[in-house]
């Protein structure tokens, strides 16, 4: 499972042209389910990304969490980002999950997520999105 998380002023996503979920301030969200991912892996991750220090205190340093600025959180799915990039010009996609399971992780995700935290949004998942972001810094990390 990797995450794209990227610092945002501001974020939203589109599908058939109608925003489905937006944030202000908070963390923009690429969501990649991999073959081998685990329930365990997705639990993991939802508690990473909750507490992952990435936005500035008083002192201008990275030592606060997403919770504690009470920021939004958009998770969007994006199954390119399991994609083989190793060997040649084109992606491979044989590390992705097949769609079924991906889709039950991401669920499962979503719900960890909002289980913990209340300024939750989502894309939808397989369909054809545009995301619009104003990324905070630029501040960008992948999580594993």
Do not use: C, W
């Amino acid at each position: 499972m990797r995450l794209l998380v990227q610092r945002a002023a501001q974020a939203s996503v589109r599908v058939a042209g109608n925003i489905i979920g937006e944030i202000g301030q908070g963390q923009m969200v690429l969501v990649g389910i991999e073959k081998n991912d685990t329930e365990g892996d997705v639990k993991r991750l939802a508690e990473k990304l909750l507490n992952y220090r990435m936005f500035s205190d008083a002192d201008d340093k990275m030592n606060l969490n997403v919770k504690q600025i009470a920021g939004g959180v958009l998770l969007v799915s994006q199954f390119t980002l399991a994609a083989d990039t190793k060997k040649g010009l084109r992606p491979g996609f044989s590390t992705a999950a097949e769609p079924n399971k991906a889709k039950m992780l991401f669920d499962l995700f979503v719900q960890l997520v909002k289980d913990k935290h209340d300024q939750v949004a989502t894309g939808e998942f397989g369909a054809d999105m545009q995301v619009s972001l104003i990324n905070d810094g630029p501040v960008t990390f992948l999580l594993e």
